[in-house]
């Protein structure tokens, strides 16, 4: 079991950047390979990022590539989303996620990952 708290949220101009923390509970989180998904009002949630278990893939959404960048300290049982060149769609309830299966290569529906957390707000004003 583990449990996933965000942060780093908030409201930003377009243009701007945020910088997201997960912080996980736990003694095996580098089992886990982590997301993070994102949810607009009115969508379905998407995978926007996620890493693998020892950093050594990554993925990100077309969407953002070029602008997110996800990374993870092991030491430290926390997941990163830095986001730079925020645009006013990529306002959404971002959410953290860890996939336990141990398989190769990253999954990325949301019935694929096991734990989430409580999700936080980024906001970007055009």
């Known amino acids: 079991q583990v449990q996933l708290v965000e942060s780093g949220g908030g409201l930003v101009q377009a243009g701007g950047s945020l910088r997201l923390s997960c912080a996980a509970t736990?003694?095996?989180?580098?089992?886990?390979?982590m997301g993070w998904f994102r949810q607009a009002p009115g969508k379905e949630r998407e995978l926007v990022a996620a890493?693998?278990?020892?950093?050594?893939?990554?993925y990100n959404a077309d969407s953002v590539k070029g602008r997110f960048t996800i990374s993870r300290d092991n030491a430290k049982n926390t997941v990163y989303l830095q986001m730079n060149s925020l645009k006013p769609e990529d306002t959404a309830v971002y959410y953290c996620?860890?996939?336990?299966?141990?398989?190769?290569?990253?999954?990325?529906?949301?019935?694929?990952?096991?734990?989430w957390g409580q999700g936080t707000q980024v906001t970007v004003s055009s």
């Open positions: 890493i693998s278990r020892t950093s050594s893939s990554t």
């Open positions: 996620a860890a996939d336990r299966s141990l398989r190769v290569g990253i999954r990325s529906r949301p019935d694929e990952y096991n734990y």
């Open positions: 736990g003694r095996t989180f580098s089992n886990y390979t």
